[in-house]
């Protein structure tokens, strides 16, 4: 069986017409399929008019009780319903998750190092035996950035890795291609020409690029949850325009590609 892990960004989902677009993408596209989704941007407008300010450090969120409040009601509530309820109007049997629910995924708070995240998620555990039933029920699992650690508390988790860690575990079992969906057209050498698409990056070309700084904030966990997903065998890592979502599905050129080490080839 081949699966498809698509996640999609908190810029698209932010903008209606936007996230409808993608979402009839999302319904035309073929096989069996999982929709992890973050909705970073609503949390943070959410919180701030609620006066609880966002803060970030490298593209995640530093997560107080009142943060994780806001996020657990903004991405497992008001975003994963509004996505489930479009996809039903899709005739696609969606299924809204957090980690919780059917213990899907069990993480551990994140010990402080440096920094302290507070109520963020490092995952541990995928129930991979849950997807699959589901998805041999054609039902399509919609998952959102909250885990829990299986002790009662629930954990802000940054949704590239949930998509990065259900497509490393199913990929024991399946052929898993995975599609980081966003607003740009890729990895971009200068974010404000949407021409100047990195291609085809690989980790030196990353290192080199983060240290630029032409790779900043939400764009690094993308990547490393996107080279981590390859080591550990995804079949096929891309990020791109979320609405190239269905050319990249057929590989044609669009986006970024994420090119697995030479020695993998082997
Ligand atoms: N080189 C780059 N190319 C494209 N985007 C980049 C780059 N470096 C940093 N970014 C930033 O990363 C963001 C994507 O990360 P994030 O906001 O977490 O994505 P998502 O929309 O999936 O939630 C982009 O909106 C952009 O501002
Ligand atoms: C710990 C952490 O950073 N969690 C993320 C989860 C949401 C997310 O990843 O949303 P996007 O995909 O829209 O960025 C956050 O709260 O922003």
């Excluded at 996809?87 to 049997?93: G, I, P, R, T, Y």
């Excluded at 039902?139 to 990065?164: E, F, M, R, Y």
């Excluded at 080199?208 to 764009?219: A, C, D, F, Q, R």
């Amino acid at each position: 069986m081949n699966v498809s892990i698509i996640k999609i960004g908190g810029n698209v989902i932010d903008f209606p017409e936007k996230l409808d677009e993608f979402l009839y993408l999302f319904s035309r596209f073929p096989g069996k399929k999982i929709l992890v989704h973050g909705g970073g941007v609503l949390a943070s407008k959410f919180g701030e008019s609620l006066g609880v300010m966002p803060e970030m450090v490298d593209g995640r969120r530093i997560t107080d009780k009142d943060t994780l409040d806001i996020v657990t009601m903004v991405y497992a509530g008001l975003i994963n319903k509004q996505i489930v309820a479009k996809l039903q109007a899709l005739k696609q049997n969606a299924l809204g998750m957090t980690g919780a629910d059917g213990n899907l995924i069990r993480s551990v708070k994140r010990p402080v190092k440096n920094i302290d995240y507070g109520f963020v998620g490092d995952i541990q555990e995928v129930n991979v035996g849950l997807l699959q039933t589901l998805l041999d029920a054609d039902i399509i699992p919609v998952v959102c950035a909250i885990t829990h650690d299986k002790k009662g508390q629930l954990l802000n988790t940054n949704a590239d890795g949930i998509a990065s860690e259900l497509a490393t575990n199913l990929s024991k079992k399946f052929k898993v291609n995975l599609y980081f969906c966003f607003n740009k057209a890729g990895v971009l050498i200068d974010e404000k020409n949407e021409n100047s698409i990195v291609p085809l990056i690989n980790e030196e070309i990353y290192a080199e690029l983060k240290k630029e700084n032409v790779i900043h904030s939400g764009m690094i966990p993308k990547l490393d949850n996107a080279f981590a997903a390859l080591q550990k065998g995804v079949n096929h890592v891309w990020i791109g325009k979320a609405e190239n979502l269905l050319l990249a599905a057929k590989g044609k050129l669009s986006g970024t590609t994420i090119e697995r080490h030479k020695y993998d080839l082997y």
